[in-house]
């Protein structure tokens, strides 16, 4: 909270002056959504890593990230920008139902189909947000700004909506020892009582909720879901009970020190552009990883 292009003192958090405003009401909730943004992006990822047992995957893969900026797109181009968290979140969640919809196949749904359905719906989505953003005249800059992800407008009433992310994060640790189970195959976890149909539904909507509100707070952040799961299960292993934790963590200091770089020597540029500079090759590096293995 001290760093930025003007250092102030900590201890100015209860100063009425200046310094003061800038550490409580700007950058201390950015601070707080930051970590608990990151810490919802990781935690999806593990899950989504988990379930599909592919340490590519992350939050977005199922459409999830698209649906809710088709959302926000649609806020800023109709409702000038009211309700934004509301209607960006209402689209993610509705892409992750469409998407688990469309997978499903006599009360089962196979990993395989789930993945495509995804991709699928993604590009209609990103379809109709193009087609938004041609037609948008003067709010253009205003959704650019927003899809590149970042924590510029973050306010107190941004934070209190994170405050649901602890609720999900913990919902999800619930059945780290089911996804422990699950990744020794479909059939072992069946037989050792795990219900997997089950477990992927609520894995898929509790990861999709915690992108939702991520993306209602802070816009489309790529990466983070998809390099902290990786490297964490490097250092501390593929236990997930170990693994959700660690994840959190690494996330919300990723994203924090992501977004203080952004403000302190980029000229507030959009963390997404941060993220999707260290994250884009760490992608490439995984998947010459596995085309070598």
Known sequence: MAIGPTNVSIASLFSPETAGMIVRDVRLPRVI??????????????????????????????????????????????????????????GAAITTFAVYTIARQGGKIPVETLLLSGVALSMLLSAFLSFLMYTSG??????????????????????????????????????????????????????????VERLKRILLFASASLTGIAVSIAGAIGFIGLITPHVMRLIVG????????????????????????ARTFANDMPVGIITACFGAPFFIYLLRSRMRA
């Not at 405050?163 to 913990?170: D, M, N």
């Not at 170990?242 to 770089?261: E, R, Y």
């Open 33 to 90: 959504a930051a970590a608990l943004v990151g810490c919802a992006l990781a935690v999806a990822g593990t899950a989504m890593q988990g379930l599909f047992k592919n340490s590519m995957a992350d939050p977005y893969i199922i459409g999830t990230s698209t649906g809710g900026s088709l959302g926000a797109t649609l806020s800023i181009v109709f409702l000038a920008g009211a309700g934004l968290p509301v209607l960006a979140f209402a």
């Open 138 to 195: 003067r709010s253009l800059h205003q959704i650019m700004f927003w899809l590149m992800g970042g924590f510029w407008n973050v306010a107190w009433d941004d934070v209190f909506i994170a405050i649901l992310i602890p609720i999900g994060c913990v919902a999800i640790y619930l059945y780290a020892r089911d996804i422990n189970i699950i990744s020794l195959g479909e059939e072992d976890a069946i037989h050792l009582g795990v219900n």
């Open 238 to 261: 593929p236990d997930h009970r170990i693994l959700f934790p660690a994840a959190a963590l690494a996330g919300g200091i990723l994203l924090v020190w992501s977004d203080t770089l």
